[in-house]
């Protein structure tokens, strides 16, 4: 329990003045003292369960409001809290004598008037329906109500046996998730411990006992660290960091020792030192100044610096080894973050101006909004109640990459939620996974403390299932697989579908230059309801667009439209634009073809020959071709200049490749999940042995451009047990 919160001795008005008066904050104490006699006198007749006034509870949740650094409305709001509820006492009255904000906050935390037609749990739920509504407007609103299920949950023992479980269990459930959120620690902590001892007694005080058993010497043992560390900052340090220490909570240790089957010596972190500095650069200082007093115990180094959690707490932990062999944690954090951590999101009001109703850049708030966007969805009560829980369920599972990596997830996570965590390929390539060494299946729950090891492939093709979208657990990786789906498939299909295309066009004689091509299949698209034409490609390669159906047409509508004029030569040198990618010195942009036997590629040096009625055929200036021609009388005049035209790039070649290897299993699958990894689409792969034992490969790809190929070659040449990577001249 945070010292700043601590129990009232005496929940009387006076002490909440003497507070008022002793602290730095600046409050409006006759409104506040007005409040107070307003409540004192709506609840004049009232007892608690305790037998106590009634009044000492509205004091005693102002108090702990006051505590926060909450300002005079919400302190006012807080003695007001139960008026309207449990007497005959306006709004209306409130609104006039207090203001509208006292109203309304008042109003936030009180419940509805009883239905009698619904169900205690429909009840229940409505109520929860509302406060969340309310704190979506001003989130003061939860934070009285924090305060006031805080100051109700210390005096539970009050309640009948029933009761006191019930509320525990809302309080587990709702209330503390809702402190975490908002990273008020010690709320949440506090709410956490006293609903565990009534929902599960036995072992609350099973672990009771046995942390009170060595209660002295752990407290020395505590005491002695913190001595020592003081003693070794204060030589780096001028004034002297502050160093706390602390026993963790019951219920942090329970969770520990029943949910992840620990044994209470093998908790790291029940004893924590507390660091606190000036600034970012020191904390690492520290951190470095306590792994060299102490030895750390591997993977437990957590930097919640440089990624802070969702309710924006920060610190660095690590846990070490001391002297004696007692492994404690240590947290390392500066004087802001700190403010942060004990009270969060009251924070605003403890050390700034406070918000005003809602404040869009507080990412603490903005689970708040999802909730109330669900519950525009539905107007099941229990409906949103259950999203509520689920939203708010219990933190975090934190495991760890074979090379000890954290990853957080929250729990519930698989270990496809894992592999996507770690990086979008490796979730993409997944093909199974390892915890603890021992394979499991993909619906496999991680818990805190697994290590998880992702085995990948890097078969072409593979991807994750459709069907890992209902097991994964984080929006993450949802996202990550649905784009995947969307995305990669995607460009797959359209790389596939223009190849095809082009194919279809090359056999059927269909020269359309690029930059018409909108244009000429524009009928097809508006057909096949594509918007443009990688849309239109796309449907190719995955199939919804059947060529065969349409080329007939494309043909004869090609033939209206760019073969007007019969002539041959007029056909064969129609002033199309770079629609090739080469473009002839003296001639320009004309009907080539790239000769068959060297295969040029855009980068390549080449050279043009004048063909009869075929326009210009391009080789290589090294292809044995030109050099036999070239000096012939009849044939050197019909040697062109001709260069790459620039908008090449994205034209594709094909180009066949020539692999000879030591002949060993899984080669051919090596080859072409390297082609996959630098996405390099592969049409054709033929193997044979050869006589020496060795492997010869043939993989036709596709290709941009000589430097693309270049890459290409030194990629394969990687590849284990390569011998040898040509290009051919095919
Ligand atoms: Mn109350």
């Not at 044994?263 to 600034?279: G, K, L, M, S």
């Not at 949103?384 to 829980?389: C, S």
């Not at 269909?510 to 299949?521: Q, S």
Request: proline residues 4%.
């Amino acid at each position: 329990m945070a010292e700043f919160m601590e129990n009232l001795p005496e929940c009387t008005i006076d002490v909440l003045i003497q507070k008022i008066i002793d602290g730095e904050k600046q409050y409006d104490l006759s409104k506040i003292v007005s409040a107070y006699e307003k409540a004192a006198y709506w609840h004049r007749d009232q007892k608690r369960e305790s037998g106590e006034p009634y009044i000492t509870h509205p004091v005693a949740v102002a108090y702990l409001l006051l505590c926060l650094g909450m300002d005079t409305d919400t302190i006012c709001a807080a003695l007001l809290h139960d008026v309207v509820e449990d007497t005959p006492c306006t709004l209306e009255e409130l609104r006039k004598e207090f203001g509208s904000d006292v109203a309304m906050l008042v109003n936030g935390v009180t419940k509805l008037k009883k239905i009698p037609t619904v169900s205690k749990e429909e009840q229940k739920a409505e109520n929860i329906r509302k406060i969340i509504l309310a704190m979506a407007e001003d989130i003061r609103v939860i934070i009285i109500k924090l305060c006031d299920r805080l100051h109700n949950m210390r005096t539970l023992k009050y309640c009948s046996d029933s009761k006191r479980r019930l509320i525990s269990l809302e309080t587990m459930n709702i209330y503390a998730p809702i402190a975490h959120r908002l990273g008020i620690a010690p709320i949440k902590e506090e709410l956490e411990d006293l609903a565990f001892r009534y929902l599960d007694p036995y072992a609350y005080e099973e672990i009771d006992r046995q942390m009170n058993m060595r209660k002295e010497s752990r407290e020395k043992f505590v005491e002695t660290i913190k001595e020592k560390i003081r003693n070794r900052l204060a030589e780096d340090f001028d004034p002297v960091p502050q160093v706390d220490g602390r026993v963790k909570s019951n219920y942090g240790i329970y969770k520990k020792v029943y949910r992840d089957g620990k044994e209470i010596e093998q908790i790291y972190d029940r004893y924590a030192v507390r660091v606190i500095v000036n600034t970012v650069t020191e904390c690492y200082n520290v951190l470095g100044i306590i792994h060299d007093m102490f030895k750390p115990i591997p993977n437990r180094f957590k930097d919640y610096i440089s990624t802070p959690k969702a309710n924006m707490y920060q610190s660095l932990h690590t846990t070490v080894i001391g002297r004696e062999g007692i492994p404690f944690e240590v947290q390392i954090r500066t004087w802001e973050m700190h403010q942060t951590a004990e009270y969060g999101i009251a924070a605003h009001w403890k050390y700034k101006e406070g918000i005003k109703g809602k404040d869009k850049n507080d990412n603490r708030l903005a689970w708040i909004r999802q909730i109330i966007e669900a519950q525009q969805e539905s107007n099941d009560a229990e409906e949103i109640v259950k999203t509520i829980k689920n939203d708010l369920a219990p933190e975090d599972v934190f495991a760890f990459t074979p090379k000890g990596d954290m990853i957080t997830l929250p729990v519930g996570a698989t270990v496809i939620d894992f592999a996507y965590a770690i990086h979008t390929q490796v979730g993409n390539r997944m093909c199974g996974a390892k915890v603890d060494k021992k394979m499991v299946s993909y619906d496999y729950q991680i818990k805190t403390g697994e290590i998880i090891e992702i085995l990948t492939t890097n078969a072409p093709g593979h991807g994750p299932s459709r069907s890992w979208l209902n097991i994964c657990k984080t929006n993450e990786a949802r996202s990550k697989i649905r784009s995947w789906f969307k995305k990669e498939r995607r460009e797959e299909n359209i790389v596939e579908g223009k190849n095809e295309l082009e194919r279809e066009f090359r056999r059927n004689m269909i020269r359309v230059p690029e930059e018409d091509m909108g244009e000429f299949l524009a009928m097809d698209l508006k057909r096949h309801n594509c918007e443009t034409l990688d849309d239109f490609y796309a449907a190719i390669g995955y199939g919804g667009v059947q060529l065969s159906k349409i080329i007939p047409r494309l043909k004869d509508e090609y033939t209206k439209k760019y073969v007007k004029d019969k002539n041959p030569q007029q056909q064969n040198y129609r002033p199309v634009k770079t629609h090739s990618g080469v473009i002839v010195d003296d001639i320009g942009d004309c009907q080539v073809k790239f000769s068959q036997c060297c295969n040029p590629l855009p980068g390549d040096d080449i050279i043009g020959f004048v063909t009869r009625g075929h326009g210009v055929s391009i080789h290589k200036t090294d292809c044995v071709n030109y050099l036999n021609s070239k000096d012939k009388p009849e044939e050197a005049s019909r040697w062109v200049a001709v260069h790459w035209a620039e908008e090449t790039q994205t034209n594709y070649f094909k180009v066949t490749i020539d692999i000879v290897a030591n002949d060993r299993i899984g080669l051919l699958a090596d080859i072409s999940s390297a082609l996959a990894e630098i996405r390099i689409p592969m049409h054709e792969a033929t193997a044979r042995e050869l006589k020496n034992g060795n492997a010869n490969v043939m993989v036709t790809i596709s290709i941009a451009g000589v430097d693309q190929l270049n890459g290409v070659i030194n990629r394969l040449r990687k590849i284990k047990s390569v011998i040898s990577v040509d290009r051919t001249g095919k």
